[in-house]
């Protein structure tokens, strides 16, 4: 059973994100504040969701939300800042793109780099806990998809329409015989043998 809010009274922000351990595309995250009285029976940690339930859920969240928004950090971004740091960065761009302006913010994880002067809480498997944060893991779960599947248009090879840049066995195989592209993450173990460089 998903919590609506963990302090009431005060207007808080869920933030997730998608795509941390991928080995190619862009670290998602989204941010949504839903009103107090949110209620939605579908709603649930996104990992528990199917695919389906997950883009049912997206209109919803985006038309019920008091506010909600996406942000994206680039592979290249990825490569420089390390995958941690992209993830606070992609959160903290999410948080900019509020519309409304929030009073604490509830970050999935352990961990966050703290954004302005704003107090927050970290929530270990938070979306599977509070509303605000599945309602985020939703988005940025949705959005990284839609982006993995027109890269695939683009690069057939490797399999993203199913594994999503995450390592799979066809995705490392794919790397082996067919390089890297644009959107791989130099910087990651892409081969999964222990060599940080590729041969080519």
């Not at 949110?38 to 969240?61: G, V």
């Not at 302005?116 to 959005?143: E, F, N, R, W």
């Amino acid at each position: 059973m998903l919590l609506p809010y963990l302090n009431n009274g005060i207007i808080e922000a869920g933030c997730d994100e998608a795509g941390r351990g991928c080995l190619a595309g862009a670290v998602y995250a989204a941010a949504v504040i839903l009103p107090p009285d949110f209620q939605c029976e579908l709603l649930n940690d996104s990992k528990q969701l199917t695919e389906r339930q997950r883009y049912e859920l997206r209109p919803i969240i985006e038309r019920e939300a008091v506010a909600w928004a996406v942000g994206v950090v680039t592979p290249e971004e990825i490569d420089k800042i390390n995958i941690l740091q992209a993830s606070f960065l992609a959160m903290h761009r999410a948080i900019d793109g509020l519309k409304t302006r929030p009073q604490h913010l509830l970050i999935d994880g352990n961990r966050f780099r703290k954004y302005q002067d704003l107090p927050h809480t970290t929530v270990v498997k938070g979306d599977g806990k509070l509303m605000s944060i599945a309602a985020a893991s939703v988005l940025a779960k949705t959005y990284r998809d839609d982006y993995m599947n027109a890269l695939h248009e683009q690069y057939p090879h490797y399999g993203w329409n199913r594994n999503k840049g995450y390592p799979t066995k066809e995705h490392r195989q794919a790397i082996e015989q067919h390089g890297t592209t644009p959107y791989h993450r130099l910087t990651f173990n892409l081969l999964g043998d222990g060599q940080l460089s590729l041969p080519f």
